[in-house]
């Protein structure tokens, strides 16, 4: 169901309340930085980074909250189709080419085994899921999803302060029309040392690319 401003709050296990807890108990949510795929009204596949807010007992999560903006790709998708997949993943090269809109022309899918979506097959983690319920009473609109399959794939390299740096700084590039500028570049300084001390070349390459394109839309700003 489809709520807008003026209509009533359908029931759902997941339904977030103003304190941040969940109406299934106390369970403490906790934000997952993930890509999600979503199909396009062309057919086409729809690469977004997402931070789906899930109970921080377990991976494996049944239920968890998108807020994608309403004017989103992944929003008006999830609206059509109600069908999605989540990758958990640590390839922070797709977070930043995901979070800039450039995702290769020749990137690899796959069909998903119960959604009619297409998956990112070098991922470490796949949730295919389903939309029970959405709410627009904000810009930001409230999805409530179940998983119907989950799958592992490869292992999780591990925590690398540059791979959380180059998150870091693709949540910079989205935001690049809210944020002082002077904020952005601070912080993209700060995030590149890191990235410098500690990255690979992947992380290097990705931090560049978000670097590049930050300098050039808070310059035309």
């Known amino acids: 169901a489809i709520v807008g401003a003026t209509g009533a709050i359908a029931p759902f296990c997941g339904q977030r309340l103003r304190d941040g807890r969940s109406n299934t108990g106390s369970i403490k949510l906790m934000i997952l930085e993930a890509i999600v795929t979503t199909r396009n009204a062309d057919g086409s596949t729809n690469v977004a980074p997402m931070g789906p807010q899930v109970a921080s007992a377990s991976v494996d999560f049944e239920t968890f909250e998108l807020r994608p903006f309403q004017s989103s790709n992944t929003f008006q998708n999830l609206c059509r189709t109600n069908q999605g997949v989540l990758h958990v993943t640590d390839d922070v090269m797709l977070f930043a080419r995901a979070a800039l809109n450039?995702?290769?022309?020749?990137?690899?899918?796959?069909?998903?085994e119960q959604v009619d979506v297409q998956l990112i097959p070098n991922?470490?983690?796949?949730?295919?899921?389903e939309v029970d319920h959405v709410m627009t009473i904000t810009e930001r609109a409230s999805m409530q999803c179940r998983c119907v399959v989950q799958r592992r794939g490869r292992d999780f390299f591990g925590f690398n302060r540059a791979m959380h740096a180059v998150i870091e700084a693709s949540i910079l590039a989205s935001r690049i029309g809210f944020l002082p500028h002077e904020e952005i570049h601070q912080q993209m300084t700060r995030l590149g040392t890191i990235v410098e001390k500690t990255g690979g070349p992947?992380?290097?390459e990705a931090f560049e690319l978000l670097r590049s394109h930050t300098l050039t839309a808070t310059a035309r700003a």
């Open 123 to 129: 991922a470490c983690r796949w949730h295919e899921f």
């Open 202 to 204: 992947n992380e290097r």
């Open 102 to 112: 450039r995702v290769p022309q020749d990137l690899r899918f796959e069909p998903a």
